[in-house]
């Protein structure tokens, strides 16, 4: 089978040296990710973060919008044109998956609210109950953990969306639209070694409690990234 063209839209770019230094960034977090499937992708990486976007709808197959510490509640010169590419992939029912910041930007710019979350940060490993069962949902499985780390959130859903998958301290936690967009808040590309240094860098963001309830929580979950990644192939597969 040839292989899919995935675009990536990457709207983080961390230059620290805590953490930009000694990891990949966004986008090669999910190949890392992809390439243990047996089904490969070709990539192109848009840096949306510096407003760069796809030409045109036709360049891949499918794209992907990146996770960030970005809000989509501030102001960011990427923000209106990405909005305007998200609409577009609707109208055209072009594949495209959102998660944690693409998840929000996705609901935001099909008519849906983000806010901040009353509780605050939810951060460590939460389960995703799934509550639809559809066709790229290739395991019976249906509560998934996943690393999560937003203190935002989808707080009302676009008329058109249906909701597909609550947490426990997020309701909204991922939703579709038609069989052409998928978003999850989480982060299905993050590993272990990754989240741990996050935590460990987010000390003064996130308290000594609420560092060591996330790390607790890494220590009892489970992540299932690997397997929520063949599901978002699944999804695009059978939309091609």
Request: proline share 5%; aromatic share 10%.
């Amino acid at each position: 089978m040839d292989r899919i063209r995935l675009g990536i839209l990457q709207v983080n770019h961390d230059k620290s040296e805590t953490i930009g230094d000694h990891f990949p960034d966004d986008a090669h977090r999910f190949r890392d990710l992809f390439d243990a499937l047996e089904q490969r992708f070709a990539y192109r990486v848009y840096m949306t973060i510096g407003d760069e976007l796809p030409g045109s709808l036709d360049e891949q197959d499918a794209f992907l919008i990146t996770g960030s510490p970005l809000s989509v509640l501030d102001e960011h010169s990427f923000l209106p044109p990405l909005y305007d590419f998200i609409r577009a992939c609707d109208s055209a029912r072009k594949p495209l998956i959102g998660t944690c910041f693409g998840h929000q930007a996705i609901a935001v710019a099909l008519g849906g609210r983000v806010e901040r979350a009353a509780a605050g940060w939810n951060v460590g490993i939460e389960a995703t109950h799934f509550i639809e069962n559809t066709s790229f949902m290739t395991d019976a499985q249906r509560d998934l953990g996943f690393y999560v780390f937003h203190e935002d959130h989808v707080s009302a859903l676009p008329p058109q969306a249906r909701l597909i998958g609550r947490g426990d301290f997020c309701p909204t936690a991922a939703f579709a639209v038609g069989n052409h967009i998928m978003t999850t808040q989480a982060h299905p590309e993050f590993t272990d070694r990754f989240m741990r240094a996050v935590l460990d860098d987010c000390v003064g963001l996130l308290g000594q409690d609420g560092h060591a309830e996330a790390t607790a929580s890494l220590d009892r979950g489970r992540n299932d990234g690997p397997l929520f990644s063949r599901w978002i192939t699944r999804f695009i597969l059978n939309h091609l």
